[in-house]
């Protein structure tokens, strides 16, 4: 997994809609600022979650572009 240093992250949160329910579900958009590269991530309801796998995704985007 690629190290990721907090200082070259913008991270967001956001409320986004599920499906039909129309019920809030947390979000996170994470933006890595020397490459350009965005991640999202709202499949879980709690946002620590989220974050988790956001940053899981950067970190395998990172090294795949390598």
């Given at each position: 997994m690629a190290k990721l240093d907090p200082k070259?992250?913008?991270i967001e949160d956001y409320l986004t809609t599920e499906g039909h329910s129309m019920?809030?579900?947390p979000a996170v958009l994470i933006t890595?600022?020397?490459?350009g590269i965005v991640v999202t991530a709202a499949?879980?309801?709690?946002q620590h979650l989220n974050?988790?796998?956001a940053l899981a995704e950067?970190?395998?985007r990172l090294e795949a572009s390598e």
């Open positions: 070259d992250l913008f019920a809030p579900v890595h600022k020397p490459t499949k879980h309801r709690a974050v988790r796998d950067l970190s395998k």
